[in-house]
Antibody
Framework: EVQLVESGGDVVQPGGSLRLSCVASGFTFNTHYMHWVRQVPGKGLLWISRINTDGSNIFYADSVRGRFTMSRDNAKNTLYLQMNSLRVEDTAVYYC????????????WGQGTLVTVSS | QAVVTQEPSLTVSPGGTVTLTCDSSTGPVTSDHYCFWFQQKPGQVPRTLIYDTNNKHSWAPARFSGSLLGGKAALTLSGAQPEDEADYYCMLSYSGVRVFGGGTKLTVL
């Protein structure tokens, strides 16, 4: 069974930092590009970042570039999102996902982890 | 960063046909935007319906199709079913950076 399990969500003050993790199982993690997507409950989706299979090529949304860092450890089947200089508007559920493309037709999503930025 | 625009809401009758569109602030949507369409129902995570403009995911019913139409990406639902009521999001690629549209709330009524 394919699973993506996010963790690390918490309540943090503005300006603080948090690291999210996403552990993958049930598929060959090191052959899949991975994404982070967030969603404020009841609102729309926001794409955050994408990493290639070996972590050498990463793209970020303008709203997080310079503050967030995506990485992966293929030996641990784990994806990370280091979030610094957090803002109130970063409050959302954060999903890790592998979506079709780059030779894969797979569509895998985690259940999300909630990040709340509040003073 | 580009802005991607979708209809905020649409209504379709059961058995009817509806087209959702996805517009880019940078100009016409082309195959180079590798358009995705996602479906999200309340309390569920999103799932990919269409990728690379018109490739249907294996789970997607035949009544859904993706295309380019008049400079926009389009998702057409032919023969709407009650279970198609959901939020639909398009996502475009801009040289690797992805941008979601605001989503369309589709009501089947």
């Amino acid at each position: 069974e394919v699973q993506l399990v996010e963790s690390g969500g918490d309540v943090v003050q503005p300006g603080g930092s948090l690291r999210l993790s996403c552990v993958a199982s049930g598929f060959t993690f090191n052959t899949h590009y991975m994404h982070w997507v967030r969603q404020v409950p009841g609102k729309g989706l926001l794409w955050i970042s994408r990493i290639n299979t070996d972590g050498s090529n990463i793209f970020y949304a303008d709203s997080v570039r310079g503050r967030f860092t995506m990485s992966r450890d293929n030996a641990k089947n784990t994806l990370y999102l280091q979030m610094n200089s957090l803002r109130v508007e970063d409050t959302a559920v954060y999903y890790c996902a592998s979506i079709p493309g780059y030779g894969s037709g797979d569509d895998y999503w985690g259940q999300g982890t909630l990040v709340t930025v509040s003073s | 960063q580009a802005v991607v625009t979708q209809e905020p809401s649409l209504t379709v009758s059961p058995g009817g046909t509806v087209t959702l569109t996805c517009d880019s602030s940078t100009g016409p949507v082309t195959s180079d935007h590798y358009c995705f369409w996602f479906q999200q129902k309340p309390g569920q995570v999103p799932r990919t319906l269409i990728y690379d403009t018109n490739n249907k995911h294996s789970w997607a019913p035949a009544r859904f199709s993706g295309s380019l139409l008049g400079g926009k990406a389009a998702l057409t639902l032919s023969g709407a079913q009650p279970e198609d009521e959901a939020d639909y999001y398009c996502m475009l690629s801009y040289s690797g950076v992805r941008v979601f549209g605001g989503g369309t709330k589709l009501t089947v009524l």
